[in-house]
């Protein structure tokens, strides 16, 4: 008769926790008060193929305070709308150029303030993430990966110089340290 357990001794110790795919695959540097507007930050990631990817920054004031956004709008001047993008091919031909002052799109919240979104990096608008038009809290919820705004063809080997020109993910945090915003956690960097 086999002796019975409670508890199986042959159970693996819990894994640590792995790094996220955004922490695995992309190198991230972010662009401090866009425009000259206090905290208006941008994280920047950078893929290791080179394609960019724009999303708000946790210091952003939108993901910071968790606001309620009414509304994404990628019509960004009375005739361009980010929405247009069309491109095709290898090459990805049809993509709208855009460089660092090029507005991305315009996000409303429910306070009526209004932010707009900057490219903050030179290149081929690629895609525009559609999905933050229905389900616009995806900025906030998960900025990094669900959430993002945009994504970027650089120039062949122009995208390395661009993100040095940024800041690194650790002059960020220490910036943030030195900002002091009152509903920042330290747990949110």
Known sequence: MAASSTEDDTVAPKCSVYPSVVDRYFRKAFKLDVK??????????????????????KSHPIVRNRKTI????????????RLDNKVR?????GGQWVNETSPLCVITCNDNTQYIIYCCFNGKLIEVNENILTKPQL???????????????????NSDVQMDKLLSEEKYI???????HPNMEEDDR
Do not use: F, M
């Open 174 to 180: 220490e910036h943030l340290s030195q900002r002091k």
């Open 139 to 157: 900025l906030i919820e998960k900025p990094e990966t669900d959430g993002y705004i945009a994504i970027i063809l650089p120039k062949h080997g």
């Open 89 to 93: 091919g290898k090459g990805k031909k």
């Open 70 to 81: 009414e509304k994404v709008n990628y019509q960004v001047t009375k005739t361009l709308n």
């Open 36 to 57: 000259g507007k206090e905290s208006e930050d941008l994280c920047i990631l950078q893929h290791s193929n080179k394609i960019i990817i724009v999303t708000l920054a």
